[in-house]
C-alpha cells in the first residue's frame, strides 16, 4: 500500500496544482504555489526554447505544458471565398489528429518482427494465425490455406526506356519506345501482348493486372468497390478498424494499429468555426477558462468566451502550432 501511495505521489506531482491540475510543469520543474518552478526558484520561461515536456504533453508557451490526448486539433478555415487558412497542430511525439481531437497512436514508433504487427502498443503474432480473407491478416500478410504468411513482394528491376524486366535483369525491347498498350498489355519487341500467364516470379505485372502464384492474372479488383471500401483479391471490405501498418487509405489514420475514419481530413469551416466528429461547429463565443482546451486551434479566451484569431485579413496560409 505504502508503494502504491508513493507511485500516485509522483503521479499527481506532476500536476500543478497536484491531484487536480489543469497543465504540467516542464521538465525539471516542480508546481509551487499554482506556479512552475526551477531548483533555482525561477519560474518556467515563456520562451518555447528553453523548456521540455514530456513525450506525452503538447509543447507550448508561458511555461506550462498540457497533456496533447483529447486537445482540439488542427483546422482549416476559408476566410474568404476561396481563401483558405490552416493550423497544423501538435499532438505530442505519441499523438496524431484525429476528428479535430489530438489522440494517442500507441504503435507510433513500434517497431515489429516481420512475422508481427503492432496492435494497442503490442507486437503480436501474424504468422500461421488463423484467417477467412488476407483482411484478418493486415497489409503486410496474405491469406494462404487459412493461415496468415507473410506478403512476399519481388522487386522489379529499374530498365531504362526501350528496355525490359526478365528474370530481374533488364533486356532491351526494341520497337517498344513509342508504343502504348492497353491496360493488361504490354510491348515486347514492337508487338502489344497480354499480361495474363506472363511469369511474374522475378518481375512485377503491368497496371491491370496483379501477380499470383507466380503468374500475372487480371486484377478483380478494377472499378469493383464502393468508396470507403478497399478490394484485396476480388473482395471488398469497409476501411474502418481493418489491420494496419502506418498508414491508412485517404481520410483514415492509422491508430493503434486499425484504420480509423477521420471527417475532419479535407473539411474547411467558415471563421469562428472548428470541426468536430465530421461538422463544422460554432466555438465562437463558446465559455471558457482556457482556450486549449475548451475553444480551439488559434483561438483566445478572452472575457471567458472563446474568440477566433483568423479573420479576412489574416496574411498567412498556413502555421503548425507546437
Known amino acids: 500500500m505504502l508503494i502504491l501511495l508513493s507511485i500516485l505521489l509522483v503521479y499527481f506531482l506532476e500536476l500543478c496544482p497536484s491531484l487536480f491540475g489543469r497543465f504540467e510543469c516542464p521538465l525539471n520543474y516542480t508546481c509551487k504555489a499554482n506556479e512552475c518552478y526551477s531548483s533555482t526558484n525561477q519560474t518556467a520561461p515563456n520562451d518555447c526554447k528553453q523548456v521540455k515536456c514530456d513525450s506525452s504533453s503538447r509543447f507550448l508557451c508561458q511555461g506550462r505544458c498540457y497533456e496533447a490526448k483529447g486537445l482540439p486539433c488542427n483546422r482549416n478555415v476559408e476566410v474568404s471565398k476561396n481563401h483558405f487558412k490552416s493550423v497544423n497542430s501538435f499532438c505530442g511525439l505519441n499523438g496524431k489528429c484525429v476528428n479535430g481531437r489530438c489522440v494517442e497512436d500507441k504503435c507510433l514508433g513500434i517497431t515489429c518482427r516481420t512475422d508481427e504487427m503492432c496492435r494497442d502498443g503490442i507486437c503480436a503474432t501474424v504468422t500461421n494465425t ?61 508487338i502489344c501482348q497480354s499480361n495474363i500467364g506472363r511469369d511474374c516470379t522475378y518481375s512485377s505485372c503491368e497496371e491491370g493486372t496483379i501477380c499470383v502464384e507466380g503468374r500475372c492474372v487480371l486484377d478483380p479488383c478494377i472499378d469493383r468497390c464502393p468508396s470507403d471500401h478497399i478490394c484485396r483479391e476480388g473482395q471488398c471490405r469497409h476501411i474502418q478498424g481493418l489491420p494496419c501498418h502506418i498508414e491508412c487509405p485517404e481520410t483514415y489514420v492509422c491508430v493503434d494499429g486499425r484504420c480509423t475514419k477521420d471527417g475532419c481530413y479535407g473539411n474547411s469551416c467558415q471563421i469562428g468555426e472548428a470541426c468536430e466528429n465530421g461538422f463544422c461547429i460554432r466555438v465562437e463565443g463558446r465559455l471558457c477558462s482556457l482556450a486549449v482546451r475548451e475553444c480551439a486551434e488559434h483561438f483566445d479566451c478572452i472575457s471567458g468566451t472563446c474568440h477566433d484569431m483568423f479573420s479576412p485579413n489574416s496574411t498567412y496560409e498556413s502555421i503548425s502550432m507546437s
Open 130 to 190: 488463423f484467417c477467412i480473407s488476407s483482411f484478418d491478416c493486415g497489409p503486410l500478410f496474405e491469406c494462404n490455406g487459412s493461415r496468415c504468411v507473410p506478403l512476399e513482394k519481388s522487386l522489379p528491376c529499374k530498365c531504362n526506356p526501350g528496355e525490359l524486366c526478365q528474370q530481374r535483369q533488364c533486356i532491351q525491347n526494341p520497337g517498344c519506345s513509342h508504343i502504348t498498350c492497353k491496360k493488361g498489355m504490354s510491348c515486347v519487341q514492337g
